[in-house]
């Protein structure tokens, strides 16, 4: 079946457990995907755009509420809708970051920050992790310590993930940030995995800016995202536009820099805000998704040789295993060779792992009703047995 034309009609969450790490967390709700419908049409939401002309101070649909509505749900001052999470970095990165300055990354951050401190010419030193793959504070201070020594001054800005999107482990932001406030560095919370999905306090977690994705985490179309600060740095993130032309003369009001004037102007903007009244509630259950990952994390460490390389017990959905003692060895005689367990998971209606890997791979459970968490359980265990490992009870 096609949509339009060569374009199939994709069908992964209706007809499949999709247990995909990126898709699980922005699948859309049933109102955002109204809600799209109506807003497809380019600069939809400008009907009523009126002076002074930026989006959000739109009142009709009321995005200029929703606006509020983010800052405080991740209780931080003042927030914006960015095109995802990369360009919330990209848009703090532009506004403090100097060529030849030091940034501080760590071993697990996302590639879309490293990108984003390239861009400015910024010279990147990453955060060891230790052994058990954790970013900690005595880390983070031995670091900035090294930096100091290697530039002069210490870093201008930390980027730190609070779940890692390798491993889904748990990174102490609160005590990092403390040691960073130390030296004056500002904190990016980049909560890519967090924002949407499970309670997030800004302010509590000592974040200067915190970065959410919505097409990750807050079943909103892509690319969407939000970029909350401080009414500290508020001023320079969102500085606005002081130009003035030499010919006509013309100037440009309150558009913002770093924002480009405006920036989500239709589905995903309006997606982001349809599906807000259900992620603001779905984050209170998160201890249930928590328990429903788990279920299938011990179904996977029941099955002879298989490891978790996240740590234990998991306090995010988003796992990393290691089957080359279980699923792998299978794989080695098989006659579809790697590709037995992902067609085994398919068989069973599972979908979102990468096909043909049977080493280290990576699910994420988030979203799953508590039958369905069963059913994928099992079906680990099902596959297992057929082919001739040992599963403990
Ligand atoms: C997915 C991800 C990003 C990128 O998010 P976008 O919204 O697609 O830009 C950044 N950081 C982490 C840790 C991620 O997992």
Known sequence: MKCAGTIDVR?????????????VGGRLTADAMKAIIAYGDGYSVCDQCRKP?????????????????????????????????????????????????PVLITALSHYTEVLAIEGRGGVIREIPKTEQNIIIADAAALKIEEVI???????????????????????????ISKVAHQYDIPVLYNGAYTVGIMGVDGKALGADFVVGSGHKSMAAPAPSGMLATTA?????????????????????????????GCTLMGVTLVGMMASFPHVRERVKRWEQELANGQKVVDALLSVEGTIVRSEHPRKHTLTRVDTSGSFDRVAQTHKKRGFFFTSALKEKGIAGIIPGATKVWKFNTYGMTDSQAEYLASAFRDIARKNGLTVAD
Request: charged share 30%.
């Open 11 to 23: 069908d992964v969450d209706e007809s499949c457990i999709n247990i995909d790490p990126i898709q």
């Open 149 to 175: 020594k290697e530039f002069g001054r210490p870093p201008i800005l930390l980027f730190l993930d609070h779940f890692d999107y390798q491993y889904g482990n748990c990174h102490d932001v609160r005590e």
């Open 53 to 101: 002309f930026r989006l959000d101070y739109i009142k009709t649909p009321p995005v200029d509420i929703f606006h509020r509505d983010l800052a405080s749900f991740v209780n931080m001052d003042i927030a914006r809708v960015v095109p995802g999470a990369r360009r919330g970095f990209q848009a703090v990165a532009d506004a403090l970051i100097t060529k030849g300055d």
């Open 232 to 260: 500290e740095w508020a001023e320079r993130v969102f500085r606005t536009t002081a130009a003035k032309t030499d010919v006509t003369g013309r100037t440009f009001g309150v558009k913002e820099i770093g924002m480009m």
